[in-house]
């Protein structure tokens, strides 16, 4: 079995920041790529950030200079710090991984969600 916990979410005040943290355990023998996603409500999912296992990371457009990705290889966590949030950055995020298991496959896993609310 493996999970993916989110912890970090909460509602924060625009300009303000937060940052999200995504620990995976289980039954895990490596991990490829990580992301994070959001969803508001009445959209579709969407990539907001990801960083490979080398630690290349990747941005969404709207949150390009503001949001930052990273990765603890060794602790097998990954972080979204956000900066100068905005009304638009409200939504669920979710954590999703690329776990190998001890037979080289890899498979994909998500969290449960952690809701980030940005508002005055």
């Known amino acids: 079995q493996v999970q993916l916990v989110e912890s970090g979410g909460g509602l924060v005040q625009p300009g303000g920041s937060l940052r999200l943290s995504c620990v995976v355990s289980g039954s895990v023998f490596g991990i490829a790529a990580m992301a994070w996603y959001r969803q508001a409500p009445g959209t579709e999912r969407d990539l907001v950030a990801d960083t490979t296992s080398t630690y290349a990371t990747n941005y969404a457009e709207s949150v390009k200079g503001r949001f930052t990705v990273s990765r603890d290889n060794a602790k097998n966590t990954m972080y979204l710090q956000m900066n100068n949030m905005k009304p638009e950055d409200t939504a669920v995020y979710y954590c999703?991984?690329?776990?190998?298991?001890?037979?080289?496959?890899?498979?994909?896993?998500w969290g449960q969600g952690t809701q980030v609310t940005v508002s005055s």
């Open positions: 999703n991984a690329g776990v190998m298991t001890k037979f080289g496959a890899t498979r994909t896993y």
